[in-house]
């Protein structure tokens, strides 16, 4: 019940095309939905987040889609640069209680020019 | 604001050895969390941390501890390492427990040889 599984494990986009992963919990105590980007040899940087009283969240070229009673959320990146190709982490974590996230397997974008 | 530092970055350390990991979180912040990251698991939560105490812990056995001292800086200690603990550890801070954005640093590269 704690996971959150993420999907496609890797993913090639045309630059200036759209990437699209997806994440699905079990956990309907998880409110709130953090995405994670991470370079070789760095840790992961908070991308942008969702809480889940909005459907959906955009910040520049990124975007959340979120569908509370499907349990699953998406990251969508428009305009996709080689610069993005990074791992992307979906995760969730829930108020209230200890601060543990659960982070999806992680997706590993490459974006080719 | 100086981000989450961890050190050492890099080390290589015996089987059956013990290693201890640093990290100083965002100035702040009380709340710190340790991860481990591995090619075959992704990011599995070890334990957090908030105002001293253990909060949480994950599924990992005895041999991985940690504190937290006053000033909020933690440490985490591997004992008896074996080739298995080879990962990127990754400490991250956040201003509170639960349900918040979590900041990571860039992670101690552990090698067991």
């Known amino acids: 019940q704690q996971q959150v599984k993420q999907s496609p494990q890797s993913l090639i986009v045309q630059k200036g095309g759209i990437s699209i992963i997806n994440c699905a919990y079990e956990?309907?105590?998880?409110?709130?939905f953090p995405w994670y980007q991470q370079f070789p040899g760095k840790g992961p940087a908070l991308l942008i987040a969702?809480?889940?009283?909005?459907s959906e969240k955009k910040e520049g070229r990124f975007t959340i889609s979120f569908n509370k009673s499907a349990k699953q959320f998406s990251l969508h990146i428009m305009d996709s640069q080689p610069g993005d190709s990074a791992t992307y982490f979906c995760?969730?974590?829930?108020?209230?209680?200890?601060?543990?996230?659960?982070f999806g397997t992680g997706t590993k974008l490459q974006v080719i020019p | 604001k100086a981000g989450v530092t961890q050190t050492p970055r890099y080390l290589i350390k015996t089987r059956g050895q013990q290693v201890t990991l640093s990290c100083s979180p965002i100035?702040?912040?009380?709340?710190v969390s340790w991860y481990q990251q591995t090619p075959g698991q992704g990011l599995q939560f070890l334990f957090e941390?908030?105002?001293?105490?253990?909060?949480n812990k994950g599924n990992f056995p005895g041999r991985f501890s940690g504190r937290q001292f006053s000033n909020s800086r933690s440490e985490m200690n591997v004992s008896t390492l074996e080739l298995g603990d080879s990962a990127l550890y990754l400490c991250?801070?956040?201003?509170?427990?639960?349900?918040?954005?979590?900041?990571f640093g860039e992670g101690s590269w552990l090698t067991v040889v």
């Open positions: 991250a801070s956040s201003p509170r427990t639960g349900g918040s954005t979590i900041y």
């Open positions: 956990n309907t105590a998880f409110d709130y």
């Open positions: 969702i809480r889940p009283d909005v």
């Open positions: 995760a969730a974590s829930a108020s209230g209680g200890y601060q543990k996230v659960t």
């Open positions: 100035s702040g912040h009380r709340s």
């Open positions: 941390y908030f105002s001293e105490t253990q909060r």
